[in-house]
């Protein structure tokens, strides 16, 4: 009987060596800047209370939530009309109390309720772990991917907002990607669902114009007529979410549009401010007022940010926004948030195909002893300690095998030096290093050998 290979669930993924090395540059590189601000780490767990998740991503997010099944013998208390009824979404309310969690800043809201006695507001941390939601898997949608998400709870004021962008455009200049930032305002959209009479339908609006770069303006219009919205209503919204012209242009004509809209004008005033943060340090990165970008969470309630690669064609790669209610279904209200969200798997995605991984994230090892016995190996094992010592990955072959096998092992790896000491070595208190890029060959002594790698590898 044939033996199945084995595999993974769609939309997740196995990650090699070599990906993690350039993986963990991706994430080290985040780390570095959202520490520079003042954001410190948290964890949360894979998993959540169901309770905690339904409700917080609108119906569609609901939809895509991956649920976990209780423990047990979870059909012995189940309703036995229900099971007769064969009705999946009442079923899974009855045999599911869990799921995965959908993304971070959910699960951070209900920390920040949970350990309020213990946090010092305005509370600053970064978050980077796995989310999964039950999307159709194509290229750059995983069902399972890592969020690096920097948030700020506790404050009301607007330079969270300009930080957060200089921490965007920032990363991004490490990471040598060219970006554009889209930036929006939910009390703009607010007052843009009021002047055309439809207050009440803003849900429908947003999740509706937050497609308009997917499926095009026809589309978006015919969605708009499903939701019921008169095609009245549609014609007024047009010319508004498609301004053009700079930001400033854009904002004078939204004031004379929603002169008679408090929040709408609350929302203009809140862009102005950030814009006028921005002239006192300026970001390299493009910044574009995007009328359609509602970003399709309901727990948005001021400035909404998408970033975009300028050079690779592949959806939002970090966005996020302000909420000032999150915390409020958990119980504790008044405490606004803002954050935004770097999508790391995409971001991996941008850099590779545009081949901007440097060279260094690929290596572990600098240095490989070869392995030409039980005595080379003794005399071998002071010397890496003390490599090691000077912060140099470096590694000694674990078996004695032949040298072109143990040679072929450095020269996959990348690693760029060969230590070699045999017999001869030993007696003379000798070592023969090896370039593995050039071939070239030379014989030092140890303290050489450690001054030759000091100034090679420690800046």
């Known amino acids: 009987m044939a033996i199945q290979k084995p595999s993974i669930p769609k939309g997740t993924r196995d990650f090699s060596t070599d990906e993690m090395l350039k993986r963990d540059y991706i994430f080290e590189t985040v780390k570095s800047v959202f520490r520079k601000y003042g954001y410190l780490p948290i964890e949360t767990p894979a998993m959540e209370n169901l309770s905690s998740l339904l409700g917080k991503y609108g119906e569609e997010g609901d939809k895509l939530l991956f649920k976990v ?48 006695n213990d946090i010092n507001f305005p509370f600053k941390r970064y978050q980077i772990q796995p989310v999964w939601r039950a999307d159709r898997p194509q290229k750059g949608r995983y069902r399972e991917f890592f969020q690096c998400d920097v948030d700020v709870i506790g404050s009301n004021s607007l330079l969270n907002e300009y930080e957060l962008l200089q921490i965007i455009d920032e990363v991004f200049i490490k990471l040598d990607l060219n970006i554009e930032i889209k930036l929006n305002n939910r009390k703009i959209l607010s007052g843009i669902a009021e002047f055309i009479g439809h207050q009440d339908k803003i849900i429908d609006i947003t999740v509706a114009i937050d497609k308009l770069d997917k499926i095009g303006l026809e589309k978006v219009n015919e969605e708009l007529l499903t939701k019921g919205l008169p095609q009245e209503a549609i014609e007024k919204l047009q010319p508004i979410i498609l301004l053009k012209g700079t930001n400033l242009e854009k904002l004078a004509k939204l004031k004379e549009v929603l002169k008679t809209s408090e929040i709408g004008l609350k929302g203009i005033e809140e862009i102005e401010q950030v814009l006028d943060y921005l002239n006192v340090k300026q970001i390299k990165a493009d910044l574009e007022l995007d009328l359609t970008l509602a970003r399709g969470l309901n727990y948005y309630t001021g400035a909404i940010i998408e970033v975009k690669s300028k050079d690779v064609s592949i959806g939002s790669i970090c966005g996020g926004g302000r909420y000032d209610d999150l915390t409020g279904i958990f119980g504790l209200d008044d405490v606004s948030g803002v954050g935004v969200s770097f999508g790391a798997d995409r971001i991996y995605d941008v850099i590779f195909q545009l081949n901007k991984f440097p060279e260094n994230s690929e290596n572990s090892s600098k240095v490989l002893f070869l392995n030409l016995g039980n005595q080379e190996e003794k005399y071998i094992l002071p010397i890496l300690s003390k490599i090691r010592e000077l912060q140099i990955n470096a590694e000694i072959y674990p078996e004695n095998a032949k040298m072109k096998k143990q040679m072929a092992y450095a020269d996959k790896k990348n690693i760029a030096y060969v230590v070699i000491i045999g017999e001869n070595e030993i007696k003379e208190n000798k070592l023969t290093l090896k370039n593995m890029n050039s071939g070239e060959q030379k014989m030092l002594n140890q303290n050489e050998l450690i001054d030759f790698l000091g100034k090679e590898f420690i800046n």
């Open 69 to 116: 099944l209780n423990s047990g013998d979870f059909l012995s208390k189940t309703d036995e009309n229900i099971l007769q009824e064969k009705n999946s979404i009442k079923l899974t309310n009855q045999i599911s109390e869990k799921g995965l969690r959908y993304d971070l800043t959910v699960p951070f809201a209900r920390y920040v309720v949970q350990h309020r």
